[in-house]
Nanobody, 120 residues
């Protein structure tokens, strides 16, 4: 059993910053890919940023230069630093990861989501 728990969402004014965290716990052997997705009301869930175990990162075009994904592998935690936030960044943000458990099975796991609202 693996759990992902996000934190750090909230209400912020345009131009402001937030830092999201996602901690994985449970029967974890290793974690390769760690992602942040977001879903705005009435829209599909989209990938925002990805980091793999070697440290390589990828970003959606809409957040390049504003968001930074990082991870602490020792803590099984991924972060999303969001700067210069815009109203269109408003969404529920989900953490997701490819987790290999102690039985050596790899499962795509999801957190419960954290709301980010950008509004004046």
């Amino acid at each position: 059993q693996v759990q992902l728990v996000e934190s750090g969402g909230g209400l912020v004014q345009p131009g402001g910053s937030l830092r999201l965290s996602c901690a994985a716990s449970g029967s974890i052997f290793s974690i390769n890919v760690m992602d942040w997705y977001r879903q705005a009301p009435g829209k599909q869930r989209n990938l925002v940023a990805r980091i793999v175990s070697g440290g390589s990162t990828n970003y959606a075009d809409s957040v390049k230069g504003r968001f930074t994904i990082s991870r602490d592998s020792a803590k099984n935690t991924v972060y999303l630093q969001m700067n210069s936030l815009k109203p269109e960044d408003t969404a529920v943000y989900y953490c997701s990861a490819d987790v290999m458990n102690t039985a050596r099975s790899t499962i795509r796991s999801w957190g419960q989501g954290t709301q980010v609202t950008v509004s004046s």
